[in-house]
Structures are given as structure tokens and as C-alpha cells.
């Protein structure tokens, strides 16, 4: 099936009992049993929901994946990806990832012995060259945030391959709408569902994509044993965010595409960033792996002051934390989203205090662009 076919269909039945075209959020703690050893296939809500699996399997049709594994956020996830290792491993980073995925590494996963390379992964040689005897996984962010730069999926997965590592790919800004990392070899896909996949900020959520058994078999003992599980209402809300998907990433790429396009025109904004821009370095990439370019442009104004300022008079733009919502959202990243991440590193990586992040939303992009330049007035 197409993939607006499978945002609508995969993953869900009508409800046997009454008919129902959309499966209800069962919203059941626990789960009557026949007799001792005898049940309908569910226990108790933490280790099955029907809603949940629904959402599950929506999600891994979409990433052209076997297994979901749903959890409570997307930082959730990616913990529960961290039982893959043991004290004394090696995981090696692209170096801009999402600040909470660099405090939980780094503040928080360090202190149980595991060791974490921070790599510039444009270039997969410098993933290769930094590969140690006790490297057990390479976990990579594209586009980055806020940077938007790019890794090579396919070159990554190889190179994991050759060495038996296991290949993780966050997702979350393109969505599987854009690209299915799965599909160019990656062995597992992490998002943060709490931003495209529900798209209408409401939900917090993660989920985890493989399409490895064991991979599978063991994520889903974390999923019951740990417990970060979603409630089955937010499961039901993200079901139903799917439905819609489609139509929205494309109107987020529309949208984000004029924006980039009309930012460059502009002398206050000193640099753009965009996948979908020609004079992006990794242009070429993103047209062979991403089938879109996304909603995120990032936008240096060359001063803090101003960048502040910008934040603070935009009207339709929201001043807010998170992004993929149908709304339009405007970010600081290095005093919110990566203020845990040092200065030093920050600058390393280009992403300066004048550098504003834009979660461009669905609204006719006439008025965001206007809103854009009302702020600047």
C-alpha cells in the first residue's frame, strides 16, 4: 500500500464487539482471566494494550519496519536503547544531536561506565576512524538539530555492518514520510513521536523501529520490565495523528521550503540553514536519501540582541520548547534546547547564541513569511 494508505489502514481493525471504525484507547489497568493460566492474550496494561500495539504497528509500517516498541517519551526510548550495552561499551555520537539526547549520555549513562565518542558524521570516515575494541553501537541524528546537517545512512549502516555494530538512526525531524532509514540499512530507528508523528503538541512519546528480532525480543522485555510505557489515551491520540501525516509533512516541507528560500534573500539573516537549499553542503545527499527536506530551518541573524529580539516580537510564530506541531515554532537552542550542552562545543559546531531554530508549521505561509518581517521591522 501507499503510505497514506498505510498512515490510515496499517495496524488497525474494526472493533469486534461493536464495529468501530477507529480503535478505541482501552484505558484498563488490568485484564480479567478465565482461570490461572488462562486469558484473552493480555495480563496487565503495563506489559500489553491493544491501543498501544495499535499504534506500534501503525508506526513500523511506516518506517517499513517488523516491530514498534512504544515508550513514554522519546528520551525514554533512546534510555532503553542504552540496555543494548553494558558498563565498559562504546557508543560512538554525531556530535549534534538534541540536547536531552547529549544530557542523558553524557550526565547521566556515563555514570554507569559507558563511554561516548562525539563525531562530526558527514563524514563516515571519521565514524570509522573513531570505532574502538569495545565500540558496540554508532547512534546518529539527520538532519541534526539545530545544525540540519547530514550523515550518510547508507554509508553509516555499512560501515556498522563491516564491524558488527548496531546502527541507530533518530528520525524524528524527517519523519518516515521523508525518509525510512530501515530501508538504507539501519538496524534500528528511534523517534521522538512527540513531534511529527503526532504533530499537533499534545503528546509526549517515543518509539522504537527495528526490524531485527532480537533487537526486538529485547526492547520489548525493557518496555515491560522498566515500564516507561505511554497511557493508552496517548497512544489513541498519536493513532490518530498519523491518519493525517501525509498531507501535513507535505505542507510542512511547502511551507519551510518558501520560508528558506525567502530567508536568504533577506541581509539580516547572515545564514541560513536548510537541506532543501542548492548552496546546502550536503545538498546532493539529502535529494538521494530524504524524498522531502522537512519543516526545520535554522537562521543565523549574526547578533544575540537581535536574535532575541526576534524571538520575543514574532506574533504568529510561538515562542515555545519542541517542534513538528501544526503550529509554527520558534526556538533559542543554545539557552533552551542545548543549553545542557557546553559553550565550547556549541560554538564547535556552529550553533551560536544569534542562531534562532524554526519549527515551521501549516498556516499559510504568506503570514509567516510577513510575520517574519514585522518582527525584523
Known amino acids: 500500500m501507499g503510505f497514506a494508505t498505510d498512515a490510515i489502514h496499517a495496524g488497525q481493525t474494526p472493533d469486534d464487539t461493536t464495529g468501530a471504525v477507529i480503535v478505541p484507547p482501552y484505558l484498563t489497568s488490568t485484564y480479567v482471566q478465565e482461570e490461572i493460566g488462562k486469558h484473552k492474550g493480555y495480563e496487565y496494561g503495563r506489559t500489553h494494550n491493544l491501543t498501544r500495539a495499535s499504534m506500534e504497528n501503525n508506526i513500523a509500517a511506516l518506517e517499513k519496519g517488523k516491530y514498534g516498541i512504544a515508550f513514554s517519551s522519546g528520551l525514554a526510548a533512546t534510555q532503553a536503547l542504552m540496555n ?4 565498559g561499551d562504546h557508543i560512538i555520537v554525531s556530535d549534534n544531536v538534541y540536547g536531552g539526547t547529549y544530557r542523558l549520555f553524557e550526565m547521566i549513562m556515563t555514570n554507569f561506565g ?3 565518542s562525539w563525531v562530526d558524521a558527514r563524514n563516515p570516515r571519521n565514524v570509522e576512524k573513531a570505532i574502538r575494541k569495545n565500540t558496540k553501537m554508532v547512534f546518529i541524528e539527520t538532519p541534526t538539530n539545530p545544525m540540519l546537517n547530514l550523515t550518510d545512512i547508507s554509508a553509516i549502516a555499512e560501515i556498522c555492518k563491516k564491524h558488527k555494530l548496531l546502527s541507530v538512526v533518530d528520525n524524528t525531524f524527517m519523519s518516515p514520510y521523508f525518509q525510512k532509514p530501515l530501508t538504507l540499512g539501519a538496524d534500528i530507528v528511534v523517534h521522538s513521536s512527540t513531534k511529527y508523528l503526532n504533530g499537533h503538541s499534545d503528546v509526549i512519546g517515543g518509539i522504537l523501529l527495528t526490524n531485527r528480532a532480537k533487537v526486538h525480543e529485547k526492547m520489548r522485555f525493557i518496555q515491560n520490565a ?3 510505557v505511554p497511557s493508552p489515551f496517548d497512544c489513541w491520540l498519536i493513532l490518530r495523528a498519523t491518519k493525517t501525516l501525509a498531507v501535513r509533512m507535505k505542507q510542512h516541507n511547502e511551507n519551510a521550503q518558501k520560508i528558506a528560500e525567502y530567508l536568504t534573500t533577506k541581509k539580516y539573516a547572515k545564514k541560513v540553514y536548510y537541506p532543501g537549499l ?3 553542503p550536503q545538498y546532493d545527499l539529502a535529494k538521494k536519501q530524504m524524498s522531502g527536506f522537512g519543516g526545520m530551518v535554522s537562521v543565523d541573524f549574526g547578533s544575540t540582541k537581535k536574535a532575541y529580539s526576534f524571538a520575543k516580537k514574532v506574533k504568529v510564530f510561538t515562542l515555545a520548547e519542541s517542534l513538528g506541531g501544526v503550529e509554527s515554532l520558534v526556538c ?6 542545548h543549553a545542557s550542552v557546553p559553550k565550547k562545543d556549541r560554538e564547535k559546531m556552529g550553533l551560536a547564541d544569534s542562531l534562532i531554530r524554526l ?5 499559510d505561509v504568506e503570514d509567516l513569511i510577513n510575520d517574519i518581517d514585522n518582527a525584523i521591522k
Do not use: D
Open 84 to 87: 543494548l550495552v553494558k558498563s
Open 114 to 116: 559507558i563511554k561516548y
Open 226 to 228: 522498566a515500564g516507561a
Open 278 to 280: 542548492p548552496e546546502h
Open 332 to 337: 533559542h537552542p543554545a539557552s533552551m534546547t
Open 359 to 363: 519549527s515551521v508549521g501549516i498556516e
